[in-house]
Every structure is written in structure tokens, then in C-alpha cells.
């Protein structure tokens, strides 16, 4: 049994905590790059007393964490599961790292790792669901490192810049994470170099 | 230059009519309809039970009130002309006015109503999404287990563009789910080799 359920080689996940977390998520809202990676909704500047009543509002039905650096403890970014059906076990899940000099260095496919494993061993979900935009190719290698398949692609699905832009739709299974599971297992049993 | 908006009817077809919906009307029949997984499934976002009623009544009243207050919701009840009776029901639940994309549903109360109506239903549908709605992209969700659907929509030019594998659970077992789409564009061309 893993140890400790949400640590992963890079990071941890620890609750979001709205209190202490608003302010820095406000604080990301600045990169507007970052907003528009993240999602399709315009960019805007919301401060931290909306952050904080956004997800005050939202707390009953997601599963919202921060991203903490293993090695100095810093919180990067946030990563979250919401969109349940309970009957279907299938959710969606939204990730995004706020601090710029994190970005495509493995701490976001190291958490979302750590996510499935929590969605998966835990929750018992039987899939989870993701958008990203097309031109975030980062992050597409990024699920693809995590396990996500890739399902379809949603053509001209946003408008922004004066373009339309196609949007990637992905999932993966239960058991597609427990395949994966197994093939790291034996992976591990002979040396190999790791990679986040 | 001739305005195609002068006398010409975007809630009328040949047999029928995209009315208003009425909740203290409604109400009754459409209880039956809540009663399947499906259309169950599609209308609340929730894990399936029957609602009676009084609950539905109140429900609609709600639904009714939001899409007028938010502009982000539209529903018509599909009717016959020449009769009061419900027969099916169009809606587009979430219309994302930046990107000019929603996602449409459409469903008949009877298999024998989807056989007599849904194409012509489909018809008055698109033209409202793009001529009066201006949408550039339409989306329509269906389950694997639905091939009039999946027919009707590839007749009516819609592009099969994501597979959503196991998405969906009913009758004890898991469903594959089919993201359909339609451009404004492609649907004019198609539009423009029916009348040639």
C-alpha cells in the first residue's frame, strides 16, 4: 500500500484551504496566459474575496486541493475533481500551476498522478473526464504521462485571439490506471532511470 | 435587398410547432418522461429517480426562471399543430455566447413520436441554433445504444467527434457516449445540396 496516499517524487496535495489559499489564486489570475491555458471562460481579474466566495459556494460538490512542493514546501498550483456522477463514478478534473517556473517541469503530472491514484483507489471512480485546449501541447503530454487517452477532438470548440481553436477531449479508465499500475510495477523490479 | 426575417416562422414546421413551455400544463406528462433513465439523465445532471409532480412542477418553474434571469438556458416544448399534447422537448442548456457553441437536446416523450417528428424537429432546431442563436458549432451527447440518433444526426451532417468510453451507467452496465457536431458552416452547404 502506497504510504502516503497524497505524496508523489515532486509534490504533495494538501486541501485547499480558501482562507489561505484566495490570495495566491487571485494572484495567478494576473499571468493572463495562465488564465487562458487554464480555461475557455474570458480571462478576468477576480479578487480574492470572490475566489473565496466561488469556492465557498462550490465546496460541497468538488474535491479541491493545492499543489505543495515536496522539497521547500511552496504551493504552486491547484489541482480538482468535480462534474460527479456518483452512479456512473465518472468526474472531471481541472489542474492548473500558478507559479510560472513550475511549469513543464513534472510537478503537474506528478499531482495529477496522485490524483488518480486518490480518484481511483479511493473514491472508486470508474473514469475520469478532461478538456484541454489544442494548443497546450505541454499539458497534453503532460495526461499522456499520467495515463489519459486521448478520446476525440471538439473542432473550432473556443474563440479567442481573433481564431478558433480546436479542443482535445480525454479520459481514462479505472482500469487503464490499474494496467498502468502493473506495468510500473514491473518497471520498478528492473533498474530504469525515473522520470517524473 | 429582400429580409428572409419577414414572414417566415422559425417555431413552425409542417406538423410541428416549437411552443412555450408551460410547467402547470406540462407537468403531468412530463413526470412520465423523468421516469426514464435517459431523458432523466440528460434534464438533471444527477443520479436517475422518478420525481412526482409536484416536485417537477416546481422544478421547471425554476428552470424557467433561471434561463430568463441567466440568458445562458432556452427551452421549447415540441408540440403537434394541430394538438395541446407535449410531444417532445428541445433545449439548450448551457449556450456559451464567446465561443458561439452549445450543446443542444433534443427528446420525444414516444419512440413513435421520435419515428413521425424528430427529423422535422431537427430541422426548426439547427435553423434556430444558427440563424436566430448565431451559433458557430453545435453539439448533441447521445449514448451508444441509440442508432435512430446516431442515423438522424450523420443524415443531418453532424460529424461524430469524440468517444467518451464508458461514460455513462444504466441497466447495469456502462455505456460508450458519442459527442456529435455540427457547424454553421457545414450545415448551410448540406442545407444548400437539399434545395439544388
Same mark, same amino acid.
Given at each position: 500500500?502506497?504510504?502516503?496516499?497524497?505524496?508523489?517524487?515532486?509534490?504533495?496535495?494538501?486541501?485547499?484551504?480558501?482562507?489561505?489559499?484566495?490570495?495566491?489564486?487571485?494572484?495567478?489570475?494576473?499571468?493572463?496566459?495562465?488564465?487562458?491555458?487554464?480555461?475557455?471562460?474570458?480571462?478576468?481579474?477576480?479578487?480574492?474575496?470572490?475566489?473565496?466566495?466561488?469556492?465557498?459556494?462550490?465546496?460541497?460538490?468538488?474535491?479541491?486541493?493545492?499543489?505543495?512542493?515536496?522539497?521547500?514546501?511552496?504551493?504552486?498550483?491547484?489541482?480538482?475533481?468535480?462534474?460527479?456522477?456518483?452512479?456512473?463514478?465518472?468526474?472531471?478534473?481541472?489542474?492548473?500551476?500558478?507559479?510560472?517556473?513550475?511549469?513543464?517541469?513534472?510537478?503537474?503530472?506528478?499531482?495529477?498522478?496522485?490524483?488518480?491514484?486518490?480518484?481511483?483507489?479511493?473514491?472508486?471512480?470508474?473514469?475520469?473526464?478532461?478538456?484541454?485546449?489544442?494548443?497546450?501541447?505541454?499539458?497534453?503530454?503532460?495526461?499522456?504521462?499520467?495515463?489519459?487517452?486521448?478520446?476525440?477532438?471538439?473542432?473550432?470548440?473556443?474563440?479567442?485571439?481573433?481564431?478558433?481553436?480546436?479542443?482535445?477531449?480525454?479520459?481514462?479508465?479505472?482500469?487503464?490506471?490499474?494496467?498502468?499500475?502493473?506495468?510500473?510495477?514491473?518497471?520498478?523490479?528492473?533498474?530504469?532511470?525515473?522520470?517524473? | 435587398?429582400?429580409?428572409?426575417?419577414?414572414?417566415?416562422?422559425?417555431?413552425?414546421?409542417?406538423?410541428?410547432?416549437?411552443?412555450?413551455?408551460?410547467?402547470?400544463?406540462?407537468?403531468?406528462?412530463?413526470?412520465?418522461?423523468?421516469?426514464?433513465?435517459?431523458?432523466?439523465?440528460?434534464?438533471?445532471? /444527477?443520479? *436517475?429517480?422518478?420525481?412526482?409532480?409536484?416536485? @417537477? $412542477?416546481?422544478? +421547471?418553474?425554476?428552470?424557467?426562471? !433561471?434561463?430568463?434571469?441567466?440568458?445562458?438556458?432556452?427551452?421549447?416544448?415540441?408540440?403537434?399543430?394541430?394538438?395541446?399534447?407535449?410531444?417532445?422537448?428541445?433545449?439548450?442548456?448551457?449556450?456559451?455566447?464567446?465561443?458561439?457553441?452549445?450543446?443542444?437536446?433534443?427528446?420525444?416523450?414516444?419512440? /413513435?413520436? *421520435?419515428?413521425?417528428?424528430?427529423?422535422?424537429? @431537427? $430541422?426548426?432546431? +439547427?435553423?434556430?441554433?444558427?440563424? !436566430?442563436?448565431?451559433?458557430?458549432?453545435?453539439?448533441?451527447?447521445?449514448?451508444?445504444?441509440?442508432?435512430?440518433?446516431?442515423?438522424?444526426?450523420?443524415?443531418?451532417?453532424?460529424?461524430?467527434?469524440?468517444?467518451?468510453?464508458?461514460?455513462?451507467?444504466?441497466?447495469?452496465?456502462?455505456?460508450?457516449?458519442?459527442?456529435?457536431?455540427?457547424?454553421?458552416?457545414?450545415?448551410?452547404?448540406?442545407?444548400?445540396?437539399?434545395?439544388?
Amino acid at each position: 500500500m502506497k504510504k502516503n496516499l497524497f505524496e508523489g517524487t515532486l509534490i504533495r496535495l494538501i486541501p485547499m484551504d480558501v482562507e489561505r489559499d484566495a490570495e495566491k489564486m487571485a494572484a495567478w489570475g494576473r499571468d493572463s496566459e495562465y488564465q487562458r491555458l487554464l480555461d475557455m471562460s474570458p480571462a478576468v481579474r477576480f479578487n480574492a474575496k470572490l475566489v473565496q466566495n466561488w469556492y465557498e459556494k462550490a465546496e460541497n460538490n468538488g474535491h479541491s486541493f493545492m499543489i505543495q512542493t515536496l522539497d521547500n514546501d511552496l504551493i504552486i498550483g491547484f489541482i480538482e475533481l468535480d462534474g460527479f456522477d456518483w452512479a456512473a463514478g465518472t468526474a472531471w478534473v481541472g489542474i492548473g500551476v500558478g507559479e510560472r517556473e513550475y511549469r513543464g517541469k513534472g510537478y503537474g503530472t506528478d499531482a495529477m498522478k496522485v490524483l488518480l491514484h486518490y480518484a481511483f483507489s479511493e473514491l472508486n471512480l470508474h473514469r475520469v473526464n478532461l478538456n484541454v485546449f489544442d494548443f497546450n501541447r505541454r499539458a497534453v503530454r503532460s495526461y499522456e504521462k499520467a495515463g489519459f487517452k486521448y478520446e476525440g477532438t471538439e473542432r473550432e470548440r473556443i474563440f479567442k485571439e481573433d481564431q478558433r481553436w480546436d479542443v482535445i477531449d480525454m479520459g481514462i479508465l479505472k482500469s487503464d490506471w490499474e494496467l498502468m499500475q502493473e506495468e510500473q510495477l514491473v518497471s520498478i523490479q528492473t533498474p530504469v532511470e525515473v522520470n517524473a | 435587398m429582400e429580409n428572409a426575417m419577414i414572414g417566415k416562422s422559425l417555431f413552425t414546421g409542417e406538423h410541428v410547432e416549437l411552443t412555450e413551455l408551460d410547467p402547470e400544463k406540462d407537468s403531468l406528462l412530463f413526470s412520465t418522461w423523468t421516469s426514464h433513465p435517459v431523458f432523466a439523465r440528460k434534464m438533471f445532471h /444527477q443520479p *436517475f429517480k422518478p420525481r412526482p409532480v409536484s416536485e @417537477l $412542477k416546481k422544478k +421547471l418553474q425554476e428552470m424557467l426562471k !433561471e434561463a430568463d434571469e441567466s440568458h445562458h438556458a432556452i427551452y421549447f416544448a415540441v408540440r403537434k399543430l394541430d394538438s395541446p399534447d407535449l410531444i417532445g422537448l428541445l433545449w439548450f442548456p448551457w449556450l456559451d455566447a464567446t465561443h458561439q457553441t452549445s450543446t443542444m437536446h433534443l427528446s420525444f416523450g414516444t419512440e /413513435q413520436d *421520435f419515428d413521425s417528428y424528430a427529423g422535422e424537429t @431537427l $430541422k426548426l432546431a +439547427l435553423y434556430y441554433a444558427f440563424m !436566430e442563436l448565431s451559433l458557430h458549432r453545435v453539439v448533441v451527447s447521445i449514448r451508444a445504444d441509440e442508432p435512430k440518433w446516431m442515423e438522424l444526426l450523420e443524415q443531418s451532417g453532424f460529424l461524430r467527434e469524440v468517444l467518451r468510453r464508458e461514460n455513462v451507467f444504466s441497466q447495469g452496465r456502462y455505456f460508450d457516449e458519442y459527442l456529435y457536431a455540427l457547424m454553421k458552416s457545414e450545415w448551410k452547404q448540406k442545407l444548400s445540396e437539399v434545395t439544388e
